[in-house]
């Protein structure tokens, strides 16, 4: 059974304000120029999280199975998760700079 609820809606990044139009291939759940994300799930796109708080990229990752990805943290409440990078997109790809940038300078 899939905890996956598909939801793909444009939104205004949190944190640097930047207007994020849907992805045509999965859900975009973070912004492409900064990367950060908000603590709206439980699982993804069901929404049931109270917390709203903005999630911070930590690092990137490589999954077997799901390519890289960004690991998240909630500034507020600490909870973290992971979201796939979307660089092989047509519509707002992840910043290839700002993904860099995190595999070279993870944070803690």
């Given at each position: ?26 859900c975009r759940n973070h912004c492409p ?29 490589y999954n077997p199975r799901k390519g ?7 500034q507020r409440c600490g909870h973290e ?28």
């Amino acid at each position: 059974m899939s905890r996956f609820t598909h939801r793909n809606e444009s939104f205004t990044c949190m944190n640097c304000g930047l207007q994020v139009q849907p992805s045509e291939r999965t859900c975009r759940n973070h912004c492409p120029h900064c990367l950060y994300s908000v603590h709206l799930d439980i699982f993804p796109g069901d929404r049931q999280a109270n917390c709203g708080g903005i999630m911070e990229p930590l690092r990137i990752e490589y999954n077997p199975r799901k390519g890289y990805q960004i690991v998240h943290r909630c500034q507020r409440c600490g909870h973290e998760s992971r979201n796939i990078v979307l660089q092989d997109v047509a519509v707002q790809p992840d910043e290839q700079e700002a993904i860099y940038e995190l595999m070279k300078h993870p944070k803690a």
